[in-house]
């Protein structure tokens, strides 16, 4: 199994540009969801989901957009990049919906600047 | 509000010291509960969990916390750090019956001295 991978590892946008980070499983979990890293800031959570068709938002989720239309995928969004998303992005599943009992996985990350 | 506090923000140990890294968090309600560790240029991975039964849990490397309830807190352990724990490390939370989010805290950045 790859695990969880997530792409690009780095990217650099403009004001205003819009991209989509992509994440995918293929241990057929169920629960898949989204952190962002910032130095002193810790983990915090951007949207989750427990199942395809599901999602819901987590602790900070303006100016990002998700969708689960596959088990394997669960993309991010962003519509329109601003500086205060400058961040490391990082993907994780676990196999039960009920999350809280589960071990996540974590993908490698990606490195978002936003000039 | 924030529901998951480390308090040690960065910790530097010599090499065979004991170590104890504090985790409280804000929730009277059932909880389950993490510790996950970041090596450097490495994924997040699991290094112990709390869902019920014993509150000291055993994890990976020597590592164990032990939960306890009347304090809220869940401190990690180890009793003589190596080099090689020089990482960054996470307590996490999920409120049981209350949603399925996993909230992390600001993490402990730790540097073992060789």
Redesign the interface.
């Given at each position: 199994n790859a695990g969880v991978t997530q792409t690009p590892k780095f990217q650099v946008l403009k004001t205003g540009q819009s991209m989509t980070l992509q994440c995918a499983q293929d241990m057929n979990h169920e629960y898949m969801s989204w952190y962002r890293q910032d130095p002193g800031m810790g983990l915090r959570l951007i949207h989750y989901s427990v199942g395809a068709g599901i999602t819901d938002q987590g602790e900070v989720p303006n100016g990002y957009n998700v969708s689960r239309s596959t088990t394997e995928d669960f993309p991010l969004r962003l519509l329109s990049a601003a500086p205060s998303q400058t961040s490391v992005y990082f993907c994780a599943s676990s196999y039960s919906r009920a999350s809280g009992t589960d071990t996540q996985y974590f993908g490698p990350g990606t490195r978002l600047t936003v000039l | 509000a924030q529901s998951v506090s480390?308090h040690n923000?960065h910790v530097i140990l010599s090499e065979a010291a004991s170590l104890e890294l504090g985790c409280n968090y804000s929730y009277g309600g059932t909880v389950?509960l993490f510790w996950?560790v970041q090596y450097p240029g490495q994924?997040?991975?699991?290094l112990l969990?709390y869902?019920s039964g014993d509150p000291l849990v055993k994890g990976i490397k020597g590592f164990e916390a032990e939960f306890i309830k009347s304090k809220f807190s869940f401190n990690l352990r180890k009793p003589s750090v190596q080099w090689s724990d020089t990482a960054e490390y996470?307590c996490a939370v999920?409120?049981?019956n209350r949603d399925?989010?996993?909230?992390?805290?600001?993490?402990t950045r730790l540097h073992i001295l060789p």
């Open positions: - | 480390q923000h389950n996950y994924h997040l991975q699991l969990k869902f996470f999920n409120r049981v399925d989010k996993i909230i992390f805290g600001k993490g």
